[in-house]
């Protein structure tokens, strides 16, 4: 157990667990567990100045989507404050809405991209990357499980869409067919869902290619709007 003392001397216990009930692109909803029968507290978001929350909950807004962001709460014993408890959440990953878009990978996280063997990564290679320095990466070797798979972020095509289109550059070293992995699939689903489910359909296969060079592919995702 831990207790935190006000400078004067007081006595006065830091706030239980600090529990999130909603995140958003722009704001994370939390409350926490009161230990000295207070109704208010301090909370500090990513180090800034601590503000009064009139009760055992609190919204902080105008925060940058897909990102962490810290949290400290200090209990208010009038006149004395404890020691902080603190945490660290996500806000919501924010879709990809607005065209054209270009994702080069430079210094990104995969924080909102589903990777759930986490086999996939970001690669720091000039002499292997497309353009610049960065590419999406997955060292496959003969070992990776047949079912491996990465999901990019939300898509939201417009409703007045017309040739959109998605399209990259891959380049695919070794036989699929011959590693007893099947084929390399993209597949799309209408449903933003984060797990491989029926409401996928495969749009482009590449069976069996042995290819030092890089390859454009392309879809269209009107039909998606």
Same mark, same amino acid.
């Given at each position: 157990?831990?207790?935190?003392?006000?400078?004067?001397?007081?006595?006065?216990?830091?706030?239980?667990?600090?529990? %999130?009930?909603?995140?958003?692109?722009?704001?994370?909803?939390?409350?926490?567990?009161?230990?000295?029968?207070?109704?208010?507290?301090?909370?500090?978001?990513?180090?800034?100045?601590?503000?009064?929350?009139?009760?055992?909950?609190?919204?902080?807004?105008?925060?940058?989507?897909?990102?962490?962001?810290?949290?400290?709460?200090?209990?208010?014993?009038?006149?004395?404050?404890?020691?902080?408890?603190?945490?660290?959440?996500?806000?919501?990953?924010?879709?990809?809405?607005?065209?054209?878009?270009?994702?080069?990978?430079?210094? %990104?996280?995969?924080?909102?991209?589903?990777?759930?063997?986490?086999?996939?990564?970001?690669?720091?290679?000039?002499?292997?990357?497309?353009?610049?320095?960065?590419?999406?990466?997955?060292?496959?070797?003969?070992?990776?499980?047949?079912?491996?798979?990465?999901?990019?972020?939300?898509?939201?095509?417009?409703?007045?869409?017309?040739?959109?289109?998605?399209?990259?550059?891959?380049?695919?070293?070794?036989?699929?067919?011959?590693?007893?992995?099947?084929?390399?699939?993209?597949?799309?689903?209408?449903?933003?869902?984060?797990?491989?489910?029926?409401?996928?359909?495969?749009?482009?296969?590449?069976?069996?290619?042995?290819?030092?060079?890089?390859?454009?592919?392309?879809?269209?995702?009107?039909?998606?709007?």
């Amino acid at each position: 157990t831990t207790f935190g003392y006000a400078p004067g001397g007081a006595f006065c216990r830091k706030p239980g667990s600090l529990t %999130l009930d909603e995140a958003t692109t722009e704001s994370l909803s939390f409350h926490w567990t009161p230990r000295n029968g207070e109704s208010s507290g301090l909370v500090s978001i990513d180090g800034g100045a601590y503000d009064v929350a009139t009760d055992t909950f609190y919204t902080a807004y105008g925060l940058t989507h897909s990102s962490a962001h810290s949290v400290a709460v200090r209990a208010f014993c009038d006149p004395d404050t404890s020691t902080a408890t603190t945490a660290s959440w996500m806000t919501a990953c924010a879709p990809i809405e607005e065209f054209p878009f270009l994702e080069t990978f430079e210094g %990104l996280e995969l924080t909102c991209w589903v990777n759930p063997a986490n086999d996939w990564q970001v690669l720091n290679s000039p002499s292997s990357a497309y353009e610049g320095t960065y590419m999406l990466y997955n060292y496959m070797n003969g070992l990776v499980a047949a079912n491996s798979y990465i999901i990019s972020p939300e898509i939201i095509v417009p409703s007045d869409a017309e040739d959109l289109e998605l399209s990259w550059f891959a380049q695919i070293r070794g036989n699929y067919s011959s590693q007893s992995h099947g084929s390399f699939e993209v597949l799309i689903s209408g449903d933003a869902s984060t797990t491989i489910d029926d409401s996928y359909t495969t749009v482009l296969v590449v069976d069996s290619i042995f290819n030092f060079n890089f390859l454009r592919y392309s879809v269209l995702l009107d039909e998606y709007a």
